[in-house]
C-alpha cells in the first residue's frame, strides 16, 4: 500500500482499554490467505467488531459512531503474539496513523515502524487518563508532532516528549524505507560477505 | 577482551554496519519462509524489478494452511490453494529450495529447519512467524519478522535490528516425574507474564536444561516469543552436536572437527553480566495449563484460577473478560472438568519426542468417548517415524488416528477448527481468543497432559499415569 508521510498530525481518537491486545484479536488468522496488502481494514478486529451472525457488535468501539479518528488508544502490550505485518496493515488500512500504548509488543513496533503507523508509547498512567479524557468527551483532540517527539494531551498545556529511533523517525517523516537503504548499501553487504568468505 | 554473552558473541560477528544514532545492519545466515507471509514480500521485489540477493540461503514451505487429510488433493479452500500455489511460484522464479505440499521432506518450517540440518550453531536465522525462536535451541540467533522484513531479507540477506538487552533465565536441578520441557517454559512465562521479557533476548541455561533433549529444547525456545522476548537461545554442547551429526551429510571428519571447534566457543563467557538475571528451582515446576487467553495465565494442572488478574483493581477488567471468554469464575479448579478437543502438534509440540510422550501414556489404554483429537505431525519425517517406531499401532489401538503434517488447529487457518465454546486441550503454543478458531477455548498443557486429557476425556494431572 502507498505509505504516507507522517510528522504533524491533529486528531480524535479511539479507546480500546484492553491490555495484552494479540495480533489474532487485530486480524485473525483465517483472514490471512489473501497475497496482497490490502483490503484488511475490513476485518480489523473481526470477532470483536461482529457478532457470530455477522451483524455489527453495537458494544464494540468501532462500532460507536461518536468515537472516531486517526489514533488509536490501546491498553498495554498492544500487538503481542505473531508476526503477522497484516496486524499493521489492517490497522492502517481501516484509517489510523497512530497508536498510543504504554508497551508494544517488538514485532508489532517494527512492522507499524516499517509501514507508517506510528506507535507512540506514553507512561501508563498517561494512557489511562487519555482513556478516561475521550470517554468524557469524545471531541477532545491529541496533537502529534513527531518531528519535534512531541504529544499535546487534552487538559495537559505541557506537551510530553516521547522516544522514537532518530533513524526511524527520518523514515517515516520521508516516506523512507529501510529495503532502500539496505539496497543502497549493498556493496558493503558484499564486502562483509567476501570478509567472512561466504556467498 | 571484554566478557560477552553468546548472544552479543554472534550478534556482533553478524553486523555489517552500523547507522549513526540508529539500528544496526545485521547479516542474515538462514532465512525460512512459508506461503502465508511471503507472497507480499515477492510482490515488492517484482514492483522494483529485482531478484532475491542469495537464493541458496532461504528455504521454503507450505505448512500455515494445507489440510492435514488428502494432502494428495487439491486444496478445497480457493485462496489457500491460490497462496500455495504463488509460494510455487515465486521460488521457481527466483530458485529458491522448496519443500512443498506433498514433498517428502515437507513439514512445519519450525520443524524441518533443525531436522534437515538447516539451523546449525551461531547463525543468524529469521522467518516470517514469530516462532523462528525454535531455532535458537541450538545456540543461534532466531527470530521472527515482519513481511517487509522478509523482503529485505530476500534483496539484500540483511536486516536493520536494534540490539536487544539480555537475560539469562537458569533452571537447575531435577525435574519431578511427568513435569516435561513445555511445563518448564509455561512456569516461567507465567511468572514473567506474556509481556515480561519484551525488549529482551534470553538465554536459558542451567542444569535442568542442560539435561534436555534437543527436541525439547526446541520446546522452550519456541514459546519465548510468549512472553514478548525477542528470542531465546542455548548453548550448544555434546548433545546439539550429537543430534547435528545425524543430519548433517556431504562433510569429512576434518570438515566436521573444525565445525566441532568453531561451535564449541558459542557459550557465554564466564562472568559476563546480562541485564536480568533469573533463577528457578526444577523441582518447583509441576504440570502447568493455562485458564486464560494469554500463555502467561497458566497455572498447575492441580491449582486454582488466582481470584484477581494482579494487585492492583484496575487490571481486572482485561483478566475478568478473558476468564468470561472461557467460561470461567475466579478461584476456580480446573482438574476434572470436562473437555472435548485434544490437539496434539505445531511447531512447539510437534516432534517424534512429543509423540513417544502421548503415545506412552495412552498405551494399553482407550480414547475418552467424549474427546474429538487431532494428532498432527510436525513434517512428513516425523509421521513416518511416529510409524517406523510403532507409535501409530499404539495410537491406533487406543483409537486415536494421525493426521498429515502441518500447523493445523495450533491457528485453525485450515479445516482443523476447534468449535466455538469447545475446550480444547492444546500442545501449540498460544490460548488467544479465537485462535483455534472463533469461539474456541484453549487450555495449553504438555503433551503428556494432553494425552492424559485425551484418556479420561477431562482435565488430569498426567503424574496420576506415570510410575
Known sequence: MPKEKINKLESTCVPLPIENIDTDQIIPARFLTATTREGFGENLFRDWRYNKDGSANKSFI?????????????GKNFGCGSSREHAVWAIYDYGFRVVISSFFADIF???????GLLPIILPEDLVLNLIQAVQNDPGVKVKINLEEQKIELPGSRKAYQFEINKYKKDCMINGFNDIDYLLNIKNKIIGFEEKKGIT | MKAKTLFEKIWDSHAVYSIEDGPEVLYIDQHYIHEVTSPQAFKGLDDRGIKVFRPKRTLATADHNIPTKDQHLTI??????????????????????LFGLNHKKNGIVHVIGPELGFTRPGMTIVCGDSHTSTHGAFGTIAFGIGTSEVEMVLATQCLLQTKPKTMRINVNGDLKKGVTSKDIIMYIIAKLTSGGATGYFVEYAGTAIEKLSMEARMTICNMSIEMGARGGLIAPDKITFAYLKKRIGKLTDKEWESQLRKWKKLKSDPGVKFDKEIKIQASDINPMITFGTNPGMAITVTGNIPLSGGLEDKKDESFLKSLNYMGFKPGDKLAGRKVDYVFLGSCTNGRIEDFREFASLVKGRKKASNITALLVPGSKLVEEQ??????????????????????????????????????????????????????????????????????????????????
Open chain 1, 62 to 74: 468501532l462500532n460507536n459512531k461518536a468515537f472516531s479518528g486517526k489514533v488509536l488508544i490501546a
Open chain 1, 109 to 115: 513496533k517494527n512492522n507499524s515502524l516499517n509501514n
Open chain 2, 76 to 97: 478445497k479452500e480457493e485462496l489457500s490453494r491460490l497462496q500455495v500455489e504463488k509460494l510455487t511460484e515465486n521460488c521457481k522464479k527466483h530458485k529458491i529450495n
Open chain 2, 386 to 467: 511416529v510409524k517406523r517406531e510403532g507409535l501409530l499401532e499404539i495410537l491406533n489401538d487406543a483409537g486415536f488416528e494421525l493426521r498429515q503434517p502441518g500447523c493445523s488447529s495450533c491457528l485453525a487457518m485450515n479445516e482443523d477448527k476447534i468449535p466455538a465454546g469447545k475446550y480444547a486441550v492444546s500442545t501449540s503454543n498460544r490460548n488467544f481468543e479465537g485462535r483455534q478458531g472463533p469461539g474456541a477455548r484453549t487450555l495449553l498443557a504438555s503433551p503428556l497432559t494432553a494425552a492424559a486429557a485425551a484418556i479420561t476425556g477431562k482435565i488430569t494431572d498426567p503424574s496420576e499415569f506415570i510410575n
